[in-house]
């Protein structure tokens, strides 16, 4: 999964009734990739959602 794929998956979780008082997004801009998918992977299960498989990156997700 892309960096801007799992930055739109944390947006979508932000919203969430879980997360709407917190700020779960900033954080981001300090992680690597794995540690933001990790972040991403946590609070998926924090609310309940199905984790979504991080898919393995060929070069046309470089393009």
């Known amino acids: ?14 919203q969430m009734p879980k ?3 917190r700020d779960i997004s900033t954080i981001s801009a ?3 990739k794995e540690a933001l998918a990790k972040h991403v992977e946590l609070c998926e299960k924090a ?3 199905p984790i ?12």
């Open 30 to 32: 300090c992680l690597s």
């Open 47 to 49: 609310v309940g959602t």
């Open 52 to 63: 979504r498989p991080a898919q393995h990156e060929t070069r046309a997700n470089y393009a």
């Open 1 to 14: 999964m892309t960096r801007l794929a799992l930055l739109e998956r944390l947006k979508e979780l932000q």
């Open 19 to 21: 997360f709407q008082n």
